[in-house]
Protein backbone atom coordinates (compact mmCIF):
# COMPACT_ATOMS: atom_id res chain seq x y z
CA UNK A 1 0.00 0.00 0.00
CA UNK A 2 1.57 3.31 -0.71
CA UNK A 3 1.01 6.37 1.33
CA UNK A 4 0.98 9.93 0.42
CA UNK A 5 2.59 11.82 2.89
CA UNK A 6 3.47 14.81 0.23
CA UNK A 7 4.31 16.83 -1.15
CA UNK A 8 1.15 18.45 -0.51
CA UNK A 9 0.82 21.81 -2.01
CA UNK A 10 -0.48 24.94 -0.58
CA UNK A 11 -2.79 26.85 -2.42
CA UNK A 12 -1.64 30.62 -1.96
CA UNK A 13 -5.54 31.47 -1.55
CA UNK A 14 -8.41 29.97 -2.18
CA UNK A 15 -10.02 32.63 -3.91
CA UNK A 16 -6.76 32.66 -6.78
CA UNK A 17 -7.91 32.15 -10.46
CA UNK A 18 -4.45 33.09 -11.81
CA UNK A 19 -1.11 33.67 -10.68
CA UNK A 20 0.78 37.06 -11.81
CA UNK A 21 3.96 38.33 -11.56
CA UNK A 22 6.21 36.92 -8.21
CA UNK A 23 4.39 33.96 -6.38
CA UNK A 24 5.39 31.98 -2.92
CA UNK A 25 4.84 28.12 -3.31
CA UNK A 26 4.36 25.85 -0.64
CA UNK A 27 3.85 22.30 -0.02
CA UNK A 28 3.79 20.56 3.11
CA UNK A 29 4.24 16.43 4.09
CA UNK A 30 2.78 14.49 6.95
CA UNK A 31 5.53 12.51 8.83
CA UNK A 32 3.11 10.12 10.18
CA UNK A 33 2.38 8.87 6.63
CA UNK A 34 5.85 8.80 5.74
CA UNK A 35 7.43 6.76 8.65
CA UNK A 36 4.35 4.44 7.90
CA UNK A 37 5.84 4.06 4.30
CA UNK A 38 8.91 3.55 5.51
CA UNK A 39 8.49 0.76 7.70
CA UNK A 40 6.52 -0.62 4.93
CA UNK A 41 8.97 -0.61 2.44
CA UNK A 42 11.61 -1.76 5.40
CA UNK A 43 13.51 0.75 5.27
CA UNK A 44 15.16 1.91 8.93
CA UNK A 45 17.29 4.92 9.29
CA UNK A 46 16.94 8.52 10.58
CA UNK A 47 15.68 11.36 8.40
CA UNK A 48 18.82 13.56 7.85
CA UNK A 49 17.74 16.20 5.12
CA UNK A 50 14.37 16.89 3.46
CA UNK A 51 14.52 18.89 0.36
CA UNK A 52 12.10 20.33 -2.12
CA UNK A 53 13.08 21.05 -5.64
CA UNK A 54 10.07 22.80 -7.72
CA UNK A 55 9.73 22.73 -11.88
CA UNK A 56 7.34 24.17 -14.12
CA UNK A 57 6.61 24.00 -17.72
CA UNK A 58 4.17 25.32 -20.37
CA UNK A 59 0.34 22.91 -20.12
CA UNK A 60 1.99 19.68 -23.10
CA UNK A 61 5.58 20.65 -22.70
CA UNK A 62 7.57 17.96 -22.26
CA UNK A 63 10.64 18.94 -20.31
CA UNK A 64 10.15 20.68 -16.71
CA UNK A 65 12.34 24.02 -15.86
CA UNK A 66 13.64 24.21 -12.36
CA UNK A 67 12.18 27.10 -10.47
CA UNK A 68 13.84 26.59 -6.96
CA UNK A 69 14.59 24.98 -3.89
CA UNK A 70 13.84 24.37 -0.46
CA UNK A 71 14.81 22.68 3.10
CA UNK A 72 12.72 24.82 5.14
CA UNK A 73 9.90 22.34 6.46
CA UNK A 74 9.19 24.55 9.31
CA UNK A 75 8.07 27.26 6.56
CA UNK A 76 6.63 24.30 3.77
CA UNK A 77 9.40 24.43 2.01
CA UNK A 78 8.59 28.04 0.21
CA UNK A 79 10.06 29.47 -2.98
CA UNK A 80 9.29 32.27 -4.96
CA UNK A 81 8.27 32.02 -8.89
CA UNK A 82 8.89 34.98 -10.65
CA UNK A 83 6.35 34.71 -13.51
CA UNK A 84 6.72 38.28 -15.01
CA UNK A 85 8.78 36.99 -18.22
CA UNK A 86 6.08 34.24 -19.14
CA UNK A 87 3.77 34.27 -21.54
CA UNK A 88 0.33 34.35 -20.12
CA UNK A 89 -1.61 30.71 -20.49
CA UNK A 90 -1.79 27.31 -18.45
CA UNK A 91 1.25 25.69 -16.81
CA UNK A 92 2.15 22.94 -14.46
CA UNK A 93 3.81 23.13 -11.13
CA UNK A 94 5.49 20.16 -9.74
CA UNK A 95 7.17 19.91 -6.11
CA UNK A 96 9.59 16.72 -6.30
CA UNK A 97 10.24 15.95 -2.01
CA UNK A 98 13.43 14.32 -1.34
CA UNK A 99 13.86 12.10 1.93
CA UNK A 100 17.47 11.80 2.05
CA UNK A 101 17.52 8.73 5.16
CA UNK A 102 21.26 7.43 6.54
CA UNK A 103 20.71 3.47 7.64
CA UNK A 104 22.06 0.49 7.71
CA UNK A 105 25.36 1.68 6.34
CA UNK A 106 23.89 3.72 3.48
CA UNK A 107 22.24 6.40 2.36
CA UNK A 108 18.80 5.99 0.93
CA UNK A 109 16.34 8.84 -1.42
CA UNK A 110 12.60 8.43 -1.24
CA UNK A 111 11.22 10.72 -3.40
CA UNK A 112 7.85 11.62 -4.29
CA UNK A 113 6.13 14.09 -6.79
CA UNK A 114 3.25 16.36 -6.95
CA UNK A 115 2.13 18.12 -10.02
CA UNK A 116 -0.69 21.06 -9.98
CA UNK A 117 -2.07 22.93 -12.79
CA UNK A 118 -2.44 26.82 -12.70
CA UNK A 119 -2.99 30.08 -15.18
CA UNK A 120 -0.80 32.72 -15.76
CA UNK A 121 -1.93 35.80 -16.52
CA UNK A 122 0.50 39.13 -16.32
Known sequence: MAYNWGPHY??????????SGRVLLREYL??????????ELSIQGSIVQIS???YFRKKDQGSWVKIGESQDEKNNFPVRWDTTELENGRYEVMGFMHVYIQGQ????????SNTVEVEIQN
Not at 10 to 19: A, D, G, K, N
Not at 105 to 112: D, F, N, P, S, V
Open 52 to 54: NPW
Open 10 to 19: IVPSEVLQSY
Open 105 to 112: GREIILAR
Open 30 to 39: DRDLLRQELS
